[in-house]
């Protein structure tokens, strides 16, 4: 059964539309057909990371006018066939109603096995739009005390929705500074967000740079890291990456050192 998951914040540029692009791409890997939405509207952002902005001819307002049908507007990545972009509108003026939208994720549900709903930041009107389309929640986060503040605030807000699922990913992990105490480790984001951990991701150049270079072989700790947080959104399982598992022991100390001093 086709599932459809917003992907949300609070405070803006934690990592959604990376993490959107990247989990896309992950279960597109897998075989299942995948959508993501962009609802960010007017601000743009994942047919840029995708690298397919020069594709897109029709957005989500054209969709809105009918200037066009749902399956025109669909952009596909250009390694995975089963992974499809529905665009926003570009620039100003070109507002897309809620209706367009669930209408939309609807449709799209009939097609696709999982649906991303790309959440604009803050808790507005752009981000009641995103939730009314979906019937689960990932919170994204990093592991910094501003970011974390915002995602409790949208965790109560989604919590109110009456979502099937809601869990939390916590995204620019350093793995060197969790263990030397500098940076907040997933036990607790975890005890102050209240919900489950759907997954960590690792700070990594290659996500870093998906806009710039396109689509990007991911380093191995991040490949890792997708893999087992994929496995838990498809089957459920609980099941943490062991991030700092390369930093620990007499090897893990001295990666430490020469982390912190170049
Ligand atoms: N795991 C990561 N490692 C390194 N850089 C990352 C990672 N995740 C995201 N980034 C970088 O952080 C920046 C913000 O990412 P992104 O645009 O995906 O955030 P966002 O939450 O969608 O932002 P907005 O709220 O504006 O929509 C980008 O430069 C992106 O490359
Ligand atoms: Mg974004």
Not at 55 to 64: E, F, I, T
Not at 157 to 165: C, D, E, G, H, N
Not at 182 to 200: F, K
Not at 233 to 260: C, H, M, P, Q, S
């Amino acid at each position: 059964m086709s599932r459809a998951i917003v992907v949300t914040s609070g405070k803006g540029g934690v990592g959604k539309s990376s993490f959107c692009v990247c989990l896309g791409r992950a279960l597109a890997g897998r075989g299942l057909s995948v959508a993501l939405v962009d609802t960010d509207v007017g601000l743009n952002n994942l047919d840029v990371i995708m690298a397919v902005e020069n594709s897109v001819v029709y957005d989500l307002y054209d969709v809105q006018n009918a200037s066009c049908r749902l399956s025109q507007a669909l952009v596909p990545d250009p390694d995975y066939e089963n992974l499809k972009l529905l665009p926003s509108s570009k620039g100003y003026g070109k507002d897309v109603q809620t209706q367009t939208l669930v209408k939309a994720v609807s449709s799209l549900k009939t097609r696709f096995d999982y649906v991303f709903i790309d959440c604009p930041a803050g808790v507005d009107a752009g981000f009641d739009r995103a939730v009314k389309c979906a019937d689960e929640a990932i919170v994204v986060t990093t592991p910094h005390v501003s970011a974390i503040k915002d995602a409790k605030v949208v965790v109560e807000l989604v919590k109110s929705r009456k979502m099937k699922r809601l869990s939390y990913v916590l995204n620019r992990v350093r793995p060197d500074l969790v263990i030397s105490s500098q940076m907040a480790s997933v036990e607790e984001v975890t005890d102050v967000l209240g919900v489950p951990p759907l997954g960590v991701l690792p700070e990594s150049d290659e996500v870093n740079g998906l806009s710039s270079v396109g689509s990007m072989e991911m380093n191995k700790e991040t490949s890792e890291a997708l893999k087992v947080l994929c496995d838990n959104l498809v089957f459920g399982k609980n099941e943490i990456y062991d991030y700092t598992r390369k930093y620990r022991g007499f090897f893990g100390a001295l990666r430490r050192v020469i982390k912190t001093r170049i």
